[in-house]
């Protein structure tokens, strides 16, 4: 019995001892202190993430997740990802899952992706190991996922339509404004 205590004392003693560093260089964390950090870069992804589906005769035709770039990272002292300072135009990171398609494309196929009927000015595809990846939510193996910028925006409110020909349109509402979309993540 004291042979279990002790090892169990000696092993959160070296987890507890151990220092980390974020990707920035910014934060000193041990291993055992950050299984009971809140990761806020990861909590404002996801409150500023929402989901569209294309849906016609009780099947998913596409899939796609979309989360607002510019309030995650515009606090951040370290903008790995963006050298810029997110004030040329509104990013999104976004994924697309089309069922029965090689190429999870939303600018093929007759889908298309605008943001109050503006259509993208950028489009990035990115690379199964982005760094990118790995820090937003809702994040599966199977979506094609891009960098999206769209031309800078003046309003507080505003839609992100996701559309195809035969099935269909989704919206989402994203804003600008303290008040996220929901309000029950941040509490």
């Not at 934060?27 to 809140?38: P, V």
């Not at 939303?106 to 943001?115: A, R």
């Not at 994040?139 to 099935?167: A, G, M, P």
């Amino acid at each position: 019995m004291y042979k279990k205590v002790l090892l169990l004392a000696s092993v959160l003693v070296v987890l507890g001892c151990s220092q980390k560093k974020d990707k920035c260089g910014i934060e000193d964390k041990s291993d055992f202190e950050q299984l009971f950090t809140k990761d806020e870069l990861y909590h404002k992804a996801l409150i500023n993430t929402q989901k569209a589906q294309l849906i016609a005769s009780f099947e998913t035709k596409a899939l796609l997740t979309a989360t607002y770039l510019n309030p995650v990272f515009q606090n951040r002292p370290c903008k790995k990802h963006f050298k810029n300072e997110l004030k040329d135009g509104e990013y999104f990171f976004v994924g697309v899952y089309i069922p029965n398609s090689e190429k999870n494309e939303f600018n093929t196929k007759g889908y298309s992706l605008t943001l109050d009927g503006e259509k993208p000015i950028e489009v990035k595809k990115l690379d199964k190991d982005d760094p990118l990846r790995y820090e937003m939510p809702m994040v599966d193996n199977w979506s094609t996922y891009y960098k999206v910028k769209f031309k800078k925006t003046n309003k507080n409110n505003f839609h992100l339509i996701f559309e195809n020909d035969r099935f269909g349109r989704d919206i989402l509402n994203f804003s600008k404004g303290q008040k996220p979309l929901f309000e029950s993540l941040v509490n």
